[in-house]
């Protein structure tokens, strides 16, 4: 069975782009997460979703970030317009309902010049 | 805010040689996932502890949840390069919440 899936692996765009950032997470699993990190502040959660609603965005930097799960196999991550201190890298993973581990993607390497 | 320190930030030791990292919060957590990501890698669950003074060993891996369920510690037996990797310690909220919060983890290098 696939794991979670995430794209692109890596991404080089410049100051004041959008960027869009794709994850298809565990077939069958009922939560996913978008996280970011970086050296300086770890591994930070953006937001979750439960059966594709958003539960808790509190972690979202700023209003340039939007994320979306319109169905059960596919989310999104878009920050527009991109800063270079959105450099990071931008994992997605999900979980099921009754246990709480998380299944991690390979991540997206955001460099933002 | 509940945070995780973690310590020591980077840990470089011999093969064989033995470790212990550490993961310490002044908030009670209901779990405690301890997970390893290698480079160019997602982190990846190794064990989770549930019960207060509860130790798990995994193989070379023993783990322990303090009985008061703010802090763990992972051991580490003979290390082998194979060990190298990001450590991080994830607390679990509990109460229908299913958000974890991370430490920065311990950066191991194991030279053979």
């Known amino acids: 069975d696939a794991g979670v899936i995430q794209s692109p692996r890596h991404e080089v765009t410049e100051m004041g782009q959008e960027v869009t950032l794709r994850c298809k997470p565990i077939s069958g699993h009922d939560y996913l997460f978008w996280y970011r990190q970086t050296m300086m502040r770890g591994l930070e959660l953006l937001i979750y979703f439960n059966n594709n609603v958003p539960i808790d965005d509190s972690g979202m930097p700023e209003d340039r970030f939007s994320a979306k799960m319109p169905n059960a196999s596919f989310s999104t991550l878009k920050i527009q317009p991109s800063e270079p201190r959105d450099s990071a890298v931008y994992f997605c993973a999900s979980s099921l309902l009754s246990y709480n581990e998380q299944f991690f993607g390979p991540g997206t390497r955001l460099t933002v010049l | 805010t509940q945070l995780l320190e973690q310590s020591p930030q980077f840990l470089s030791i011999q093969e064989g040689e033995n470790l212990t990292v550490y993961c310490n919060s002044s908030s009670v957590f209901s779990s405690l996932q301890w997970y390893r990501q290698e480079p160019g890698e997602g982190p990846v669950l190794l064990v989770t502890?549930?019960?207060?003074?509860e130790v798990k060993k995994l193989k070379r891996l023993t783990f322990q949840f303090g009985d008061a369920r703010k802090d763990s510690s992972l051991h580490i037996t003979a290390a082998q390069p194979g060990d190298t990797g990001l450590y991080l310690c994830?607390?679990?909220?509990?109460?229908?919440?299913?958000?974890?919060?991370f430490g920065k983890g311990t950066k191991l290098s194991v030279i053979p």
């Open positions: 994830a607390g679990g909220a509990g109460a229908g919440s299913y958000q974890l919060t």
């Open positions: 502890v549930v019960t207060g003074g």
